[in-house]
């Protein structure tokens, strides 16, 4: 029979605890330094949620041969397709719009206009066009 070994199995009290506030120190360090979401992705999301919500609008008028409005909200950052439920932009987005809604006929057309996203440092025009329907956006991170 092979003598018991002297040394204990596993780790000391201690010897956790250090490994713990080690850790705890590199993981605060990578939490600080990490990107954060700026402005920028905000913007990019608000505009490719207006222009999704606007080429969706002018599909639905044409599929089901009638008219669809999408109305902007601009006190609270909103838009809401039709009867579908509000949509709120992210925050810190602010919009401006021609007017208070655009509205897509059966033909393809529309009422056309303008919205305007601003966001912390910078803005997107969205355009619709009047005769085609054509949504388009421009300026930074236009989808």
């Known amino acids: 029979m092979p003598a018991p070994d002297p040394r204990p199995n596993g780790f000391t009290l201690i010897e956790m605890i250090v490994v713990l506030v080690i850790l705890g120190l590199v993981g605060g360090l990578v939490l600080t330094r990490a990107p954060t979401r700026g402005g920028t992705t905000d913007l990019q999301a608000a505009s490719s949620l207006v222009v999704g919500t606007l080429r969706v609008a002018r599909t639905r008028a044409i599929a089901a041969n009638r008219p669809v409005p999408v109305r902007f909200d601009m006190a609270d ?44 440092a910078n803005g997107a025009r969205i355009a619709v066009n009047w005769l085609t329907g054509r949504v388009a956006a421009t300026g930074a991170n236009a989808p």
């Open 77 to 120: 950052a909103a838009l809401q397709l039709g009867a579908d439920p509000v949509r709120r932009l992210p925050p810190g987005i602010r919009i401006a719009a021609a007017a208070p809604a655009i509205l897509f006929c059966p033909d393809g057309s529309s009422s056309g206009g303008t919205v305007d996203l601003a966001g912390r």
